[in-house]
């Protein structure tokens, strides 16, 4: 299998404490005697429990230990910069009212995959007035935008890697594997978010990550290549730094050397581009044939969910062969409406995507101003790079200490030393939520070394 880097990714909201028995050894287990017990564990070797004990115990050292933390309808009383709540409707009355409404007309599941009973005419109204106001040939929904951009990556280079093998054969499904094998190159950006990777892997290809952003390295991965077939997949903004890709270079790139150009929308879709229609759009793309997006329904539409954006011969293709299409169960009803008011709000609100990105330029100027390495915004995620992890975490408490409730990103989700506090913008943010905001960096740039240091001191690691 072809390697990729670690993707990026979140980091759950509060870290645990280590185990007692995280920290015990666990070959003592593994090499007492006797019969392997219910545990399955074997003389002379480790059993498994013991192996995932001594893996926790490493991640503690580390300070990689992660938890959950069940929040409160309120999200404790802290001023909540911590969810992709990017455009602040998950509580909107229209939205709450459009999941009720579909609830009582269709029930609370969609009762089957999408091939068998899972759509309804409400994911075929999502599905049109997704690609009405994208400008997109056509949608196709799914219950997960990690699902989808699983099917797009895996689908396509499986089908585009199997016309010169159906040819051969003379005849069509036949051949097809349901996989790329080695007809296909995948070129993938090195900060690429979780979803996009695993997809790659899913999909046999030969994969080429590159450089970050790096658009003539791209450009020679698709020149030097021996497939005839190529995919570049790409996240529009990316989870963490918050940065906009080179979408323009990209798509020349790929178009130049026979290519499909792949997007995933999810942090840029509401809040880039004229009204938030995303980056692709911005860029001028969105009606380009050889252009596919990715859009996500639980960040600035506040629900769940996801949706491909493409032509009619991508959306068939997915229909046909995609995986994680096929064999799941459709978008719940309840989102499914949400998603369908929340887009009626965009479509009405369409300053909602400029206040946010101006809301995450008075974030990061906050951070700049008291020292912070970040950098400018182009969406409505900013990152506060603190460097270890202990260091983040400890931030991280010394922000809630302060009323504010923010993400901490540690490895394999940042690169080792770039662990970083993530702030995410909302339009209704108020001076006095800065206010709380500067306070609170204010403090972690005084303290959270010492915080960090005096933890890990007393053995209670992050």
């Known amino acids: 299998m072809p390697e990729t880097r670690p993707a990026q990714g979140g980091d759950p909201p509060q870290p645990r404490a280590a185990d007692a028995a995280a920290g015990s050894s666990g070959g003592s287990a ?10 399955g564990e074997v003389p002379g070797r480790a059993g498994p429990l013991a192996r995932l004990r001594d893996a926790a115990a490493a991640r503690d050292r580390a300070g990689l230990r992660r938890g959950l933390h069940a929040r409160s309808p309120d999200h404790d009383g802290l001023l909540d910069l911590a969810s992709n709540d990017y455009l602040g409707l998950s509580r909107n009355p229209g939205l709450i009212e459009g999941a009720v409404a579909a609830v009582r007309a269709w029930g609370v599941g969609a009762t089957g995959s999408r091939l068998v ?16 106001f994208c400008e997109a040939p056509g949608a196709l929904v799914f219950s ?27 005849c069509g499904c036949g051949s097809f594997r349901g996989h790329a094998g080695t007809s296909v190159l995948v070129v ?10 695993d ?72 809040v880039v581009g004229e009204g938030g229609r995303g980056g692709v759009h911005a860029a001028g793309l969105a ?52 998603a369908l008011a929340a887009l009626g709000v965009l479509m009405a609100s369409p300053w909602l995507a400029d206040r946010t990105r101006q809301r995450a330029c008075r974030l990061a100027d906050i951070a700049t101003d008291l020292g912070f390495e970040t950098i400018r915004p182009e969406a409505a995620v ?29 490895p394999p989700s940042v690169p080792e030393g770039r662990s970083c506090l993530r702030l995410a913008a909302r339009p209704d943010l108020a001076d006095a939520d800065l206010e709380t ?26």
Not at 30 to 39: D, F, K, N, T, Y
């Open 188 to 197: 993938s950006d090195e900060h690429n978010h979780a979803s996009l990777i």
């Open 287 to 338: 009606t380009e044939p050889d252009v596919v997006r990715t859009v996500t329904l639980s960040k600035s539409l506040a629900g769940q969910g996801g949706a491909v954006l493409g032509t009619a011969e991508v959306i068939e293709t997915l229909i046909d062969t995609g995986r994680s299409f096929i064999f799941d169960t459709g978008l719940a009803p309840a989102c499914t409406g949400a």
């Open 117 to 132: 009973s899972g759509t309804t005419t409400l994911h075929a109204e999502l599905e049109s007035t997704l690609a009405r």
């Open 144 to 170: 997960s935008g990690y699902l989808a951009n699983l099917a797009v990556v895996t689908a396509l280079a499986a089908a585009l890697g199997s016309g010169k093998r159906a040819a051969a054969a003379g």
């Open 437 to 462: 905001v500067g306070l609170a960096l204010a403090a972690v740039r005084a303290h959270a070394p010492q915080a960090a240091a005096a933890s890990q001191e007393g053995g209670d690691r992050p």
């Open 30 to 39: 593994g090499s007492s005697g006797g019969s392997a017990g219910s545990s």
């Open 382 to 410: 900013v990152s506060v790079v603190l460097g270890a992890p202990a260091t983040a975490v400890a931030a991280r408490q010394l922000c809630a200490d302060h009323g504010l409730a923010v993400a901490c990103f540690r």
């Open 199 to 270: 997809a790659c892997r899913l999909s046999r290809a030969r994969v080429a990550v590159t450089a970050h952003g790096d658009v003539a390295a791209v450009e020679k991965a698709l020149a030097t290549r021996d497939e005839e077939a190529a995919i570049v997949v790409t996240d529009a903004v990316f989870s963490v730094a918050g940065d906009l890709a080179p979408l323009t270079g990209l798509h020349a790139a790929a178009r130049a050397h026979g290519a499909l150009l792949v997007v995933d929308e999810a942090h840029a879709f509401g």
